[in-house]
């Protein structure tokens, strides 16, 4: 079964609307972690957001804050006032103790292109 | 800050080939990980290296291998290439380990076997 499922592949927002980008895991770990990385066409993934699962309140950073449902085992991005700059892939990946051992798992993506 | 530097950007070798990526993590950091990228399988996690020991290991076959060293500037070798070793393989630093770390990446190593 995936652990992290992305159901958007592609996503088409217009210039300064928000966009949100679907997230969702599976654990049966208390403690873990949930992340958020874009990725332009040059390849380096960039770290955007972090939700720990003790947290009581949604992340945010900037533009970009996450819309996080525990019981729903959810963790959308949401990207404010979109920029030309923010097209790229967007992976959501999440970290959890694995038999002592903190494995990352990373969704399959979703490609967002924005409009002018 | 220099960021998380990794050489060769780009590489092309050919089956049965052995090969050698190189990460260096940003200064500071102690945790090396290594990811490969590929269309079909996305992006899986090899291997994490913390103070020289690797800590954690992804589903992946013997060929695949790594090391860190004092310096925590971290190497990839995968030896006898097969095609489907074609990827873009990244890694990422962090101060430590754990589920709450954040890891930063480089720009990967594109790896094209022939």
């Known amino acids: 079964a995936q652990k992290i499922t992305q159901t958007q592949p592609g996503m088409f927002v217009q210039e300064k609307e928000a966009v949100t980008l679907d997230c969702t895991y599976d654990?049966?770990?208390?403690?873990?972690?949930l992340f958020w990385y874009k990725q332009p066409s040059s390849g380096e993934m960039i770290f955007l957001i972090y939700?720990?699962?003790?947290?009581?309140q949604n992340a945010t950073e900037g533009r970009y804050s996450l819309n996080f449902q525990k019981a729903r085992k959810s963790a959308n991005l949401v990207i404010s006032a979109s920029q030309l700059g923010d097209s790229a892939m967007y992976f959501c990946?999440?970290?959890?103790?694995?038999?002592?051992?903190?494995?990352?798992?990373f969704g399959r993506g979703t490609s967002l292109i924005v409009h002018p | 800050k220099a960021g998380v530097t990794q050489t060769p950007r780009y590489l092309i070798k050919t089956r049965g080939q052995q090969v050698t990526l190189s990460c260096s993590p940003i200064s500071g950091h102690r945790s090396v990980s290594w990811y490969q990228q590929t269309p079909g399988q996305g992006l899986q996690f090899l291997f994490e290296y913390f103070s020289e020991t690797q800590r954690n290991k992804g589903n992946f076959p013997g060929r695949f291998s790594g090391r860190q060293f004092s310096n925590s500037r971290s190497e990839m070798n995968v030896s006898t290439l097969e095609l489907g070793d074609s990827a873009l393989y990244l890694c990422a630093s962090s101060t430590q380990t754990g589920y709450d770390t954040e890891a930063f990446f480089g720009q990967g190593t594109r790896l094209t076997v022939v």
């Open positions: 654990t049966s770990d208390p403690s873990y972690g």
């Open positions: 939700q720990g699962s003790y947290d009581q």
């Open positions: 990946a999440m970290r959890e103790v694995s038999g002592g051992s903190y494995i990352p798992t």
